[in-house]
Structures are given as structure tokens and as C-alpha cells.
């Protein structure tokens, strides 16, 4: 990877990982907040309705994003084409979920439906006006612009639903807060974007060849991994389906939101270097090994410390959630470790393949599940999305080398440290499952602190014994010594 590449990934990697983390913090907190103030059958209400509603936006999640991105030379046209897309698919979810009222009162048993779908609708055409010019800030690798524009968002929408959760103290202050929060974002992106979209259609063919098979594939994994909270919800309680979906919500923030700011920030460099194979296969692989120090850190470690953490952050009425988070959080795990090989094939052009694999992969999930919940609860659904996982893990990866210059030995070179480390720590805390703490948020905070200690451990001392092989181990030491250089230096000049 050349110096600028490199730099620019590092620096934008670093933008998304403050701002996917800053709206994190602040979402965690409202979570926090609104398990206090809402029952859990408040949350599988909304869960029920933003299911459907996200499944009908997969209709027409083209990835018009990502075509701008890869598309150096985008212009007005295609622009224009991509927001006038937008807005019909704004439009068209609307009216798709008004006319399917009948249909989801019907599967959730829900009658209370029929006044929450309609709301929700106009967060769907509100969306669709939003200024296609921020896809620059990724374009353009200016993340602090996209840092500002989520995390501002973030944090007005954070205030507006809290004070309603006071109020109203039902799901009407979570439906209310999604309103005011798409408005919000709406006006944030003509304020801080310049440009100025207008109505056209030109580029619709250009746009389509490629958003043909991101939609499909957007679609399919979609239902990867909603797909067992629809089930949840058509086969179960509203209590259960919101135990299941702020369990999801949780493991998900601990696991795919430190990986999503690396994936928006890689992409554009991906694109850059798609005509190189081996610089694609360097890339990937550091790429690959930061994200398995990182996920197998959080996954492992937001399994041990699942029912401090419910206690703790969401209270005692949700301690039903425990066990669900627990198995969510090795889910999230797998399957975000793997997922860097979706944008990969997306701008290397292998869509059809991708589609293909994720096509079979929610099958297997969501039949799976099926027959879990039947016969475990709700847990059996969690459980049947982890299998999914492990099988497809090692399904994507053989696509992979088949595909690219990436071998099998370069994939287990990335991750075996990070699965003995991880493994080591669970092997640890649970020494502490038969210690009794006075204080759970001691109990927390020493898992934390030993749990760390361990893995951090384990990781450098088997790179050590692997001869220091190259991966995210020597790239963090390399970038740290170099602002420790940099910094004796100044200081020195001083």
C-alpha cells in the first residue's frame, strides 16, 4: 500500500471510528436511559414495525453510494440520478408499508400497528430528500466532514427522544424520535453539503448496471440478519421480540461499530488499487488481522460480562436478555470478522458471487432459526444464527482465495492469535463466575480491566513467539512509534 493510501486510510479510519462511536456512546446511553422509562413490550412494538419497514427499504437499497464511489468520475448527472432514486424510494416504502398495514397486524397480532406503520412511513419519505452530495465525504476521504454530520445528528436526536421518553414514557417517544431525528438529518445535510440536487433520471441506466445485484445483495443480507427477529416476532411475544432485538442492538454496537468505521474508510482505497492484486492482497490482509484483534476482543468479551453489563446499563427488568446477549455477541462476532470480504467483491466485480453466497447463507439462517425457536425459545433462534455464521465463515473465505491471491495461510495467519487470545480470557473470567462481588459494577469493572490484561497478553506474546510476523500487531506498533518519535522530536526542537 503506498504512504498516501495508506495515510489516507489510516486517517479515515480513524474519522469513522470516532464518529460510529460517538453516535454508539450516545445511542448506548439512550438505550440505557429508555430501558428505564419503557417496558420491553414498548421496544418489540417498534421492533415490529421497523422490521417491516427495513425489509421494504431492502426493496430498493440500490447502493447508489457506493456507485458514486467507485465511479471516479461521477458528475451532476449521475448525482442528480442517485438523489431523484432516492426519492422515489423514499416514496414508494411509504406507500408500500400503508398498504401492507392489514398484513402485519395480522402476522404480529399487533392492532396497535395500524397507528405506529403510518408514522413511520414519513420517516421513510423524509430520508429520501436527504442531499445526495455527502456521498462526497467519503469520495473524497474528508471523514471529519462525516464525523460532524452523524455525530451532530446523533446528538440533537439523542435529546429530543430522551425528553420524549420522560414524557410519554411508551413507544410513542421512541416513533416520535426517529421523525425528528430523519428531519434533523435532512437539514444537516443541505446545510453542510453545498450541492444542490435536482430531479432527473439521466444516468438511470449507468446507475443500474451496477445497483442491480447491491440491491439484491443488500436485500438478502438484510434478512441475515433481521430475518430471526421476524420469526421471533411472528412466533413469539412482543416482551420476547423486544428482549431479542435490544440483546441484537446491544452485541451489535460492541462488535460491528468498531469494524464499520475501517469498511466506509476502505472502501474509496479499495477502489483505488482494484487493478493490483498483490497490493489488494496486502491490504486485505492487515486490513483482516485488525479486524480479528478487534472483534474476537469484543465478541468474547461481551459474553463474559453479559449480565454485569444488563444490570448495569439496562435494569433488572430486562434480565431475560442476558443469555440472548450472550450468544448474539459470538454471532456478531463471526459474522463481522468475514465481512470486509463483501466490499472487497464488491469493487473487484464479483456482485453476482457475493449475492449468490449471502442468498444461501440467509436461507440457512433463517430455516435454521425456525426450527431453534420451536423447539429453545427464543434462545434456539440466537443459537441457530451463530451455526449460520461458523459455516459461512469458512464458505466466504473459500471465495475468497479462490478469487484473489489471498491463500488459506495468509487467513490463518490474521486470526489465530486473536482466537487463542480470545479464548484464553473467556477461559479466565469465568474464574471469576464462582467470585462474589458486593458491587456488580466492581464485578464489571474487574472482567474489563483482567479480561484486557489477558488478551492484550496472549496476542503479543504469541506474535512474539511467530517471529513478529507482518499484520495489525506491527502496523499499531509502527504508527505509535512514529508519533512517539515525532513527538520526542518536536519536543527536542523545542
Known amino acids: 500500500m503506498s504512504d498516501s493510501l495508506r495515510a489516507s486510510v489510516i486517517k479515515g479510519s480513524v474519522w469513522m471510528f470516532a464518529s460510529c462511536w460517538g453516535i454508539r456512546g450516545i445511542g448506548f446511553i439512550s438505550v440505557s436511559i429508555l430501558a428505564r422509562l ?13 422490521i417491516v419497514m427495513g425489509m421494504f427499504n431492502m426493496l430498493f437499497a440500490f447502493g447508489l453510494d457506493l456507485a458514486l464511489i ?10 442528480d440520478t442517485a438523489w431523484t432514486i432516492r426519492l422515489i424510494q423514499g416514496i414508494a416504502v411509504a406507500i408500500l408499508l400503508l398498504v401492507s398495514i392489514p398484513l402485519i397486524v395480522q402476522y404480529f397480532k399487533e392492532q396497535r400497528l395500524v397507528s405506529v406503520i ?3 412511513s414519513l420517516v421513510s419519505v423524509i430520508k429520501g430528500f436527504t442531499n445526495i452530495g455527502i456521498v462526497n465525504f467519503r ?3 474528508t471523514f471529519n466532514k462525516e464525523f460532524n454530520f452523524m455525530v451532530t445528528n446523533k446528538v440533537i436526536s439523542f435529546f429530543i427522544t430522551i425528553t420524549l421518553g420522560f414524557v410519554y414514557r411508551n413507544y410513542w417517544a421512541l416513533i416520535i424520535g426517529m421523525i425528528a431525528g430523519e428531519l434533523i438529518s435532512v437539514l444537516q445535510s443541505y446545510r453542510m453539503d453545498p450541492y444542490r440536487p435536482r430531479l432527473s433520471l ?8 451496477f445497483s442491480l445485484w447491491m440491491l439484491l445483495n443488500n436485500f438478502i443480507n438484510y434478512f441475515n440478519f433481521k430475518g430471526s427477529e421476524l420469526i421471533v416476532g411472528g412466533f413469539s411475544t412482543k416482551r420476547d421480540l423486544g428482549m431479542f432485538s435490544i440483546s441484537s442492538e446491544v452485541a451489535m454496537m460492541s462488535t460491528s461499530e468498531l469494524i464499520t468505521p475501517i469498511s466506509r474508510a476502505l472502501y474509496p482505497g479499495y477502489a483505488r488499487i482494484c487493478h493490483d492484486p498483490e497490493r489488494i492482497r496486502e491490504v486485505f490482509v492487515q486490513v483482516f488481522s485488525l479486524i480479528a484483534i478487534v472483534v474476537f476482543a469484543t465478541g468474547f468479551g461481551i459474553s463474559s460480562i453479559a449480565e454485569e453489563a444488563v444490570k448495569i446499563f439496562l435494569g433488572s427488568q430486562w ?4 443469555p440472548i446477549l450472550k450468544i448474539l455477541a459470538y454471532f456478531y462476532m463471526i459474522r463481522i470478522s468475514y465481512s470486509t470480504i463483501g466490499n472487497l467483491f464488491v469493487v473487484l466485480g464479483h456482485l453476482k458471487l457475493l449475492t449468490v453466497i449471502a442468498m444461501f447463507e440467509t436461507l440457512f439462517t433463517l430455516v435454521l432459526s425456525y426450527c431453534l425457536i420451536l423447539k429453545l425459545g427464543i434462545n434456539g433462534a440466537a443459537i441457530g444464527m451463530v451455526v449460520s455464521g461458523c459455516v459461512f465463515y469458512f464458505v466466504n473465505i473459500s471465495a475468497l482465495v479462490s478469487t484473489t491471491l489471498i491463500s488459506f495461510v495468509d487467513i490463518m495467519r ?3 492469535r486473536p482466537v487463542m487470545a480470545g479464548l484464553t480470557m473467556v477461559l479466565s473470567l469465568s474464574v471469576f463466575s464462582g467470585i462474589l462481588f458486593n458491587n ?11 479480561g484486557a490484561m489477558v488478551y492484550i497478553s496472549i496476542i503479543l506474546t504469541t506474535w512474539v513467539l511467530m517471529k513478529k510476523p507482518a499484520g495489525a500487531e506491527s502496523m499499531i506498533i509502527n504508527i505509535v512509534n512514529d508519533k512517539v518519535i515525532k513527538r520526542i522530536t518536536m519536543l527536542l526542537k523545542k
Open 38 to 50: 419503557l417496558a420491553p413490550e414498548d421496544f418489540g412494538i417498534v421492533a415490529m414495525a421497523t
Open 139 to 141: 469520495k473524497e476521504l
Open 319 to 322: 434480565g431475560d436478555a442476558t
Open 118 to 120: 403510518p408514522c413511520l
Open 414 to 416: 490474521a486470526s489465530i
Open 70 to 79: 467507485k465511479n471516479l468520475n461521477s458528475g451532476r448527472d449521475q448525482y
Open 440 to 450: 456488580v459494577i466492581i464485578s464489571l469493572l474487574v472482567k474489563i480491566s483482567f
Open 202 to 209: 439521466k444516468s438511470f441506466n449507468e446507475i443500474w448496471g
